[in-house]
């Protein structure tokens, strides 16, 4: 079984800064897309940021500038650095792995972890 586990998160004013870490344990295949999503109460879901293991990233407009996704490979683990954070960043954020494998798509989630952004 795979196992996503996420932290720091918290509260933190208008500018200021986090980093979320996520730590992908089990069987993982190597060639797997890594990815930050979150959702703010009564929102759907959106994506924030995603990485591959290739190295490509891709990113949400609304965080474009302000946020970076890095990956250390070797220890399946996802990182997300929010820079200049606002009240509309405020939101549980959730890490994913998914790859394909066998004609197979396999997607896993993490708890989630709060962030709040005070103004």
């Known amino acids: 079984q795979v196992q996503l586990v996420e932290s720091g998160g918290g509260l933190v004013q208008a500018g200021g800064s986090l980093r979320l870490s996520c730590a992908a344990s089990?069987?993982?295949?190597?060639?797997?897309?890594m990815a930050w999503y979150r959702q703010a109460p009564g929102n759907e879901r959106e994506l924030v940021a995603r990485?591959?293991?290739?190295?490509?990233?891709s990113y949400a407009d609304s965080v474009k500038g302000r946020f970076t996704i890095s990956r250390d490979n070797a220890k399946n683990t996802v990182y997300l650095q929010m820079n200049n954070l606002k009240p509309e960043d405020t939101a549980a954020y959730y890490c994913?792995?998914?790859?394909?494998?066998?004609?197979?798509?396999?997607?896993?989630w993490g708890q989630g972890t709060q962030v709040t952004v005070s103004s």
């Open positions: 994913n792995v998914q790859w394909r494998r066998w004609g197979q798509r396999f997607e896993y």
């Open positions: 089990g069987s993982i295949f190597r060639d797997n897309n």
């Open positions: 990485s591959t293991s290739s190295g490509s990233v």
